[in-house]
């Protein structure tokens, strides 16, 4: 579990350092304000791997996908490296435009530490660019790397060329992370994946009691593959059956987060946007089953939300269990994103007390 | 769930006892042009309804909470001397004693404790916490209200004491219910219009009943006023 977080140079972030973290880190602030940047942030660093950017951050802000745009073009039937194509996938991610290194470091609670930084060199070993086409000139376009330390010793360098390959080995840098961005369609293989394995282990039930006690029209969930494509079904009183998704986005939705937080221990769960399609009687329980499930698998928890209504919801939950939340309040100031930490009795008494504490 | 409708939107808090409280201390701010303060009542949050001298880690802590506590820089805690102003402040004392850490945005970790009624403790909050009518009084807001109000009506004083001999007051136990009794007899003597008025309302529809510029509260608005002078001046 992350105790403390530094995010340096990373989009709207200079220099934030928070200390701290809970189990349950709940995220909330103005539009722009650095909640969304903080979350992958923490996805960044865990995972720091190339990867955890073109797979989920950049397509999350509907940035440029790998191959979107094309690595090389050729110019009087030569290939040249496309700067741009390049370029654009790691630009973004950058606090500043003289491209200092990003760097996400934090320590967990077992007293481990990891450090990531992301920096263009033309420093990379020669037997790297062997990968590199014949034409394409360095100058024009760095390399970017990953350099990963883990409790002090390097864990690996990753370095992407300018034609995307990559040198390195991809394995994660920290415990293991899932981001749900605030759309409402995560993928289905991770479900069917995720499902699966529940299932082999028989862990299965706490998803489906906690989906039933709130849905009582379903009675279970099932792997079912009828057109040859995997997925998730419900399986409906009187014998129905539905895939999940066309049942309700909005339980599709939390059927996917749960089953993540349920098929992973001692990981974090990350989930942007917390309210979007779950109506307002229901956040009460989902907090519950999330919260429920990160616990029993210890399994640390950020969530963001702009909903005063799903926040309140969260009084009750925090009770006398305050030690284990915080909350995480971002505001833009000075064009940069700042976090404050606020703690979980005084999270929890100024939601009793009916204070706005959104920002 | 209470009610804290007010965001804080002043470097000074001033944290009372219930709304009644609030109320009151709003009124003799305005009626002193003394501005840059936000007041709110402390609360029992299981019952919604004011705290008293207790719940002051809860109120504390909620304050705490508030996106404009960023920018506060004092905290003044108005409580009762009731019959001994040091025992009220022992109680706020403990209660704040217990409350959480402060936001990371300051420089400290937790709240300071006076050391005495009246005596400012810490920067970043500063914490003041002072009894009603005084730290070397014993009373309350209604004890206060009662001395103002009665100044101006001899007569009604009169008749008021003598209801109080009538019902035995005397014997009571309690020295706020039976300043509390006065007042609210006063009240409804010179309120033909609605004898039943809320002490709350009184400043909005029977100004002049408990007249906000009695020399009575002179201690409160010059404290209030050297608040302003040394953190929102």
Redesign the interface.
Known sequence: MIESLRIANFRCFDDLQ???LKLVNVLTGPNASGKTALLEAVLLGLRGTPGAITGQINPGRSQLLPGASPALVFVGGQPVLNPAAFEQTWNYLFGNKNEDPIEISYDDYERKSYLLKIYYTLDVPQQALVQMPATAALSDVKPIVFDRIRSGESAGKIIVLPNFSIVGSQEILGPVAFYFGPTLNYSELDNVSWYSRLRADNKEKVVEDALREQYPFIERIEVLSPAGIQSIWAILRFGKKRPLSLVSAGISKIVSILLGAASVTKGVVMVDEFENGIFYERYASFWQALIGVCRKNANQLFVASHSAECL?EL?NIINDN?KDFC?L?T?RLDNKC?????????????????????? | MGNSEEKIAHKIVILCEAPDDAVFLRQLLSHNGITGFNVFPNTDLTKSKGGGNTFWTESLNSVMGDPGFRNVRCIAIVTDSDTDPQEAFAKVRDGISKTSDLPSSRTTRRLPIPDALVNIKGDDPALVVITVPWADSPGCLESMCYEAASAGNPAMAKCVEDFMVCVDAGTWANANSKAKARLRVLVSGLYEKNPLIWFRDIWDKAPGIIPIGSGTFSKLVDFFKGLKTGYSP
């Open positions: 928070l200390s701290g309140r009084a305050d909350l309040r505001a700042e976090v404050e930490s606020i703690t979980g009795a005084s999270m929890r008494d100024a939601l009793m007390s009916g204070r706005e504490i959104r920002g």
